[in-house]
Nanobody, 128 residues
Framework: QSKLVESGGGLVQPGGSLRLSCAAT????????IGWIRQAPGKDREGVSC????????NYVDSVKGRFTVSRDNAKNTVYLQIHSLKPEDTATYYC?????????????????????WGQGTHVTVSS
């Protein structure tokens, strides 16, 4: 079965760090741009970041610039979201999603219909 599996979430204090992973099984990520989307309780989904299939195009929402870093290792079929300086407002379920795309393209969209695959999510709680 082809799917995306996120991991790495948890409870962390403000100012802490986490690395989220998004691993693909049953298909190769090398043909796909990846988006990271989060949804906080009671709020709409928000596209946080995206990375193109070759990793040459990366985009972040303004609220995470300088704190979040997206990367990919196609050999490991995995995409990562490194998060530093976590804030309580970062508390959310984080999803990764994949869309087959051309080189150089990524769209930081939270619209699930724009993606071919969508993971089950990993929860991040930032609290003291």
């Amino acid at each position: 079965q082809s799917k995306l599996v996120e991991s790495g979430g948890g409870l962390v204090q403000p100012g802490g760090s986490l690395r989220l992973s998004c691993a693909a099984t049953g298909f190769s990520l090398e043909d796909y741009a990846i988006g990271w989307i989060r949804q906080a309780p009671g709020k709409d989904r928000e596209g946080v970041s995206c990375i193109s299939r070759g990793g040459d195009t990366i985009n972040y929402v303004d609220s995470v610039k300088g704190r979040f870093t997206v990367s990919r290792d196609n050999a490991k079929n995995t995409v990562y979201l490194q998060i530093h300086s976590l804030k309580p407002e970062d508390t959310a379920t984080y999803y990764c999603a994949a869309v087959r795309s051309h080189y150089g393209l990524c769209a930081r969209t939270s619209d699930r219909s724009e993606y071919d695959y969508w993971g089950q999510g990993t929860h991040v709680t930032v609290s003291s």
